[in-house]
């Protein structure tokens, strides 16, 4: 059914801190390395080489410069995209054949490939650009968490969280349980503010993003300054010859 | 939005012939023999031979009938139980006509209901879609099923009816038109609320995450004919109402039906392409689009 579930037992999501990011694309590649070589289909490069390569990707990193309403220079942040796994998700109840599902038992939003008819309705419903299509498989691809890590007893226990957030060399991506109030995710966007990507768009997107601290503000002057000899205003010696010698000539 | 042609094909070619089969269900005209053989062929060819189009867009066509298992929640499966309902029903109602020449009227209202319901599940599938706010409007259903009913009495040679409803029609999508440019520019998602950055200053997309495209530049930020909209959306109305209107208020002549006929279809397939072309979706705001 691609009926929502009325609730799920918890909300496994990311927690993605744009105070940190430093835009290195380690977890792009990470992603399209774990979830080309395991569950589903292959994420696919197509004219890899040529002229206008193009393939799919769960995660992608843009970049925004926004100017600040209070003055000073612009600031860059850099802006880690991938599926939000929405409470509400737009992207579930349009599907016509019931391959998009939202998971009860821990929220996540998945594909199940052999029931795709790559219809590409799913894709239009993401406000987000979370889904694309295959360009080999035909198939929708998303962000899986990392379902086949996660539960994952074969492998080592810190190794049991999505691709991306264990790449991440700054930390800057957390995953965990946003619907328990006491998980560190939930903590964290408590702590830092986090907030919701479109929020008009009424998805109720589980993934959190951080805001960027306030900047530093550095004082205009040095508090020794007073005590400091102050600066000759005046040119000395040769300069102060060249100086004199130009302005009689001018 | 991308302008796929075996789209745009589908909802022309399947809106005017569920349009006219809507009109043969409601009896106008009522045809029998060979007359009602080439009537209902058009209609099912036209309805028929959309929804062939519209399986080509499908990365998996052969996986098509799963798509009747979710009309509970799906617009797209209600579709598709729509046209299998209302192909079934007008096949019954031409079958009996055609080979029996017998009339169940009540058969060809259902059928005719069936056919416009069709044509409303597919506007539907636009409708409800809030991340393109140009479709997020009360136009599609309206002008869906206007120009499939149109469309449909013009083919079924209704003359003293299409030509005023072909006035109101043209009225009613310039009407339509300037709307849904007041809701696309009031749209309250921006660049600001789509990347929450919007709360230190003003927000510019400084790099795309590559320098190619991708599946969602291709898919959803096309913007190639947005600059020609003007030009194309005046073409569309001369082609879908000026010129039939002018070819049916001549005197009757079978050619110039015709010609009123495919004047008609080509002003609708314009519409159509523009319907794809200058609809903006959200994640366009992304990649600075």
Redesign the interface.
């Known amino acids: 059914m691609t009926s929502l579930p009325t609730h799920t037992e918890k909300s496994l999501g990311l927690v993605i801190d744009l105070d940190t990011c430093v835009g290195c694309h380690a977890c792009v590649t990470a992603c399209k390395g774990w979830n080309t070589e395991n569950y589903g289909a292959p994420l696919a490069d197509v004219d890899a080489y040529g002229a206008e390569p193009v393939g799919s990707f769960l995660n992608r990193i843009h970049s925004y410069e926004v100017q600040p309403d209070t003055g000073g220079p612009a600031q860059l942040f850099h802006f880690p995209k991938s599926c939000l796994h929405c409470a509400d998700a737009p992207c579930v109840t349009v599907c016509p054949t019931g391959a998009s599902y939202k998971r009860v038992e821990d929220g996540i939003v998945l594909v199940n490939e052999s029931d795709c008819i790559g219809c590409g309705l799913c894709a239009w419903a993401c406000p987000y650009g979370a889904r694309e299509m295959d360009p080999s498989e035909k198939v929708m691809k998303k962000c899986t968490l990392c379902v086949d890590r996660i539960y994952n007893e074969n492998l080592p226990e810190e190794d049991r969280q999505p691709a991306c957030v264990r790449t991440c060399p700054a930390g800057a991506r957390h995953f965990g349980d946003l619907s328990d109030p006491e998980s560190d995710v939930s903590k964290l966007v408590a702590e830092r503010g986090g907030f919701d990507l479109m929020p008009e768009q009424g998805t109720a997107p589980v993934n959190k993003y951080l805001p960027p601290r306030p900047k530093d503000e550095v004082p205009e002057f040095d508090v020794l300054a007073p005590y400091l000899e102050p600066v000759a205003e005046e040119p000395q010696g040769f300069l102060g010859w060249l100086d004199k010698t130009l302005e009689r000539i001018g | 939005?991308h302008p796929a042609p075996s789209i745009i094909m589908f909802s022309t070619l399947s809106g005017l012939g569920f349009g006219l089969l809507t009109m043969l269900g409601l009896g106008f005209p009522e045809v029998s023999g060979w007359v009602a053989f080439i009537f209902f062929a058009i209609g099912f060819a036209l309805a028929g031979g959309g929804l062939i189009s519209a399986t080509f867009?499908?990365?998996?066509?052969e996986?098509?009938l799963?798509?009747f298992?979710?009309w509970?929640?799906?617009?797209?499966?209600r579709e598709?139980w729509a046209a299998a309902a209302a192909m079934a029903v007008m096949g019954l109602y031409a079958a009996l006509i055609i080979f029996t020449d017998t009339r169940i009227a009540i058969l060809g209202w259902i059928g005719a209901a069936l056919s416009l319901l069709t044509v409303f599940t597919t506007s539907m599938?636009y409708t409800?879609?809030?991340?393109?706010p140009r479709w997020n409007h009360w136009s599609p259903p309206v002008l869906f099923m206007a120009y499939a009913i149109v469309g449909g009495l013009l083919m079924a040679g209704q003359v003293t009816v299409a030509v005023p409803l072909l006035v109101a029609l043209g009225v009613l999508q310039v009407v339509a038109w300037v709307d849904q440019d007041r809701k696309e520019n009031a749209s309250?998602?921006t660049?600001a609320?789509?990347?929450?950055?919007g709360?230190?200053?003003?927000?510019?997309?400084?790099?795309?995450?590559?320098t190619?495209?991708?599946?969602?530049t291709?898919?959803?930020a096309f913007r190639v004919a947005r600059k020609h909209a003007q030009t194309l959306k005046i073409i569309s109305v001369i082609l879908a109402v000026v010129v039939p209107v002018i070819l049916l208020l001549l005197p009757f002549h079978h050619l110039l039906a015709l010609l009123a006929v495919v004047s008609h279809f080509a002003g609708v397939a314009a519409q159509r392409w523009l319907f794809f072309a200058e609809a903006k979706?959200?994640?366009s705001l992304?990649?600075g689009r």
């Open positions: 939005m867009h499908l990365g998996h066509p996986r098509a799963k798509s298992t979710q509970r929640s799906s617009w797209l499966s598709a599938i409800q879609l809030k991340t393109v309250d998602t660049l609320t789509a990347t929450g950055l709360t230190i200053g003003t927000v510019k997309a400084f790099e795309s995450p590559h190619g495209g991708n599946y969602l291709h898919e959803m979706h959200v994640v992304y990649y």
